[in-house]
């Protein structure tokens, strides 16, 4: 029955992924706000910015409190505090402090409470898939945004940006709370019938649990977080300047740089799978070490790309490493520090998503600004990238807790 039902709780979490990963949508948002409230596009990409980094710092807390009060508690408390954050945007003609406030921080927290939710409950159900059913999870909110930025872009023109908010706010609501309802841990000492660990997974994974206390005295869990924060400032560094970086590498028109825009956000969503899957037969830190190299070479020729094709593919791939990132390291936490207390574990990790959230784009953005191309940043992160490749490398399983 058990065997069955994790499919059920696999799905759940998927669908709750997806409502949560709708924040990626953002973009659709920025111009009808900016043209209505005559706030300029960074005041009011700043929200964004507001809802990833207390997203990264929430669900360290969400983790904590799922080991006391479970994974249904958390789940649909996050998502009663992101639906009400979206809809409570609706208002926000109050003054831009009000966007702040209620999608920014209210709808973060409730991103952080959530989103821990399905990674900390799917390493326990999935033992022998651990990297690929952690990755489809993510993966959902990374597919997120295509789903909801079409609707939300159809919304807004048939009933403007604030009501938006409020119809997107109830159904978030609905999805996120009837999704974490699901939400739920196997009986202790579970394990899936007729598995047993390889000998080569077995010498992956430490051997006891960790508490966070014991975890953080580790140089193993500040390594994993620095690869988090480089892989993540990577990837976000393009994806915070993707439609501009298009039309001026490929002169393309702004139609077609959207377009790009769409193709390549894909990417997001196919590399949490791909490179989680990629992960249970490679290893979580030679998966980290082929994706830092790939990015190496394709950071560093991109400003010379111009075709159209030519630059949505190398971009397309640059995004799967960014979202490989994150379908990676969930299970590569459990394989390190155990799996019973993975949610605060990794959820004090996500805080290198928004640490990284701020860096990535402050530094594309700077190099930009400074030499009036995007040639110099993208290099500088190719170095950064190949330099970073000897972290995965030195990495290994800390020795068992005392």
């Given at each position: 029955m058990n065997g069955m039902k994790r499919w059920w709780i696999a799905l759940a979490g998927i669908l709750l992924q997806m409502a949560l990963g709708a924040v990626y949508a953002w973009s659709v948002f920025r111009v009808p706000l900016s043209k209505q409230f005559h706030w300029t596009i960074s005041q009011v990409t700043l929200t964004f910015t507001i809802a990833i980094f207390v997203l990264g710092v929430s669900a360290f807390f969400g983790g904590l409190w799922l080991k006391q009060s479970g994974p249904r508690v958390v789940a649909l408390t996050g998502g009663v505090l992101y639906g009400l954050g979206v809809f409570l945007a609706s208002y926000s003609s109050i003054g831009l402090w009000w966007l702040y406030l209620t999608y920014g921080v209210l709808g973060g927290v409730g991103l952080g409470f959530a989103y821990i939710v399905p990674v900390a409950v799917l390493v326990k159900w999935f033992p022998d898939r651990r990297g690929l059913m952690t990755g489809v999870a993510v993966g959902g909110f990374g597919?997120?945004?295509?789903?909801?930025?079409?609707?939300?872009?159809?919304?807004?023109?048939?009933?403007?940006?604030?009501?938006?908010?409020?119809?997107?706010?109830?159904?978030?609501?609905?999805?996120?709370?009837?999704?974490?309802?699901?939400?739920?841990?196997?009986?202790?000492?579970?394990?899936?019938?007729g598995w047993t660990p390889k000998p080569k997974e077995i010498?992956?994974?430490?051997?006891?649990?960790?508490?966070?206390?014991?975890?953080?005295?580790?140089?193993?869990?500040?390594?994993?977080?620095?690869?988090?924060?480089?892989?993540?400032?990577?990837?976000?560094?393009?994806?915070?300047?993707?439609?501009?970086?298009?039309?001026?590498?490929?002169?393309?028109?702004?139609?077609?740089?959207?377009?790009?825009?769409?193709?390549?956000?894909?990417?997001?969503?196919?590399?949490?799978?791909?490179?989680?899957?990629?992960?249970?037969?490679?290893?979580?830190?030679?998966?980290?070490?082929?994706?830092?190299?790939?990015?190496?070479?394709?950071?560093?020729?991109?400003?010379?790309?111009?075709?159209?094709?030519?630059?949505?593919?190398?971009?397309f791939v640059i995004l799967?490493?960014?979202?490989?990132?994150?379908?990676?390291?969930?299970?590569?936490?459990?394989?390190?520090?155990?799996?019973?207390?993975?949610?605060?574990?990794?959820?004090?990790?996500?805080?290198?998503?928004?640490?990284?959230?701020?860096?990535?784009?402050?530094?594309?953005?700077?190099?930009?600004?400074?030499?009036?191309?995007?040639?110099?940043?993208?290099?500088?992160?190719?170095?950064?990238?190949?330099v970073s490749i000897v972290l995965p490398l030195l990495v290994k399983p800390p020795a068992p807790a005392a």
């Amino acid at each position: 029955m058990n065997g069955m039902k994790r499919w059920w709780i696999a799905l759940a979490g998927i669908l709750l992924q997806m409502a949560l990963g709708a924040v990626y949508a953002w973009s659709v948002f920025r111009v009808p706000l900016s043209k209505q409230f005559h706030w300029t596009i960074s005041q009011v990409t700043l929200t964004f910015t507001i809802a990833i980094f207390v997203l990264g710092v929430s669900a360290f807390f969400g983790g904590l409190w799922l080991k006391q009060s479970g994974p249904r508690v958390v789940a649909l408390t996050g998502g009663v505090l992101y639906g009400l954050g979206v809809f409570l945007a609706s208002y926000s003609s109050i003054g831009l402090w009000w966007l702040y406030l209620t999608y920014g921080v209210l709808g973060g927290v409730g991103l952080g409470f959530a989103y821990i939710v399905p990674v900390a409950v799917l390493v326990k159900w999935f033992p022998d898939r651990r990297g690929l059913m952690t990755g489809v999870a993510v993966g959902g909110f990374g597919a997120g945004a295509l789903v909801t930025a079409p609707i939300a872009t159809h919304l807004i023109q048939t009933v403007g940006v604030l009501k938006t908010f409020s119809y997107l706010g109830l159904v978030y609501l609905v999805v996120a709370t009837a999704a974490g309802f699901f939400m739920q841990n196997p009986p202790d000492g579970w394990l899936p019938e007729g598995w047993t660990p390889k000998p080569k997974e077995i010498g992956q994974k430490t051997a006891k649990d960790f508490t966070l206390g014991q975890a953080l005295r580790t140089w193993q869990w500040w390594a994993l977080w620095m690869l988090l924060f480089l892989n993540t400032s990577a990837g976000i560094s393009v994806i915070s300047q993707e439609a501009p970086m298009f039309q001026e590498f490929a002169k393309a028109t702004a139609i077609i740089a959207a377009g790009m825009v769409g193709i390549v956000s894909i990417g997001n969503a196919a590399g949490r799978v791909f490179w989680a899957w990629v992960s249970d037969m490679l290893s979580r830190k030679v998966t980290f070490a082929v994706m830092f190299l790939l990015q190496v070479g394709l950071f560093w020729i991109l400003p010379s790309l111009h075709g159209v094709s030519v630059i949505t593919f190398v971009a397309f791939v640059i995004l799967m490493c960014y979202g490989g990132g994150f379908g990676t390291m969930p299970a590569f936490a459990a394989d390190y520090f155990g799996s019973t207390n993975v949610g605060s574990i990794y959820g004090l990790m996500l805080t290198a998503w928004g640490f990284a959230s701020a860096f990535g784009p402050l530094l594309i953005a700077h190099m930009r600004q400074s030499s009036g191309a995007y040639a110099g940043g993208l290099h500088v992160i190719a170095v950064i990238m190949l330099v970073s490749i000897v972290l995965p490398l030195l990495v290994k399983p800390p020795a068992p807790a005392a």
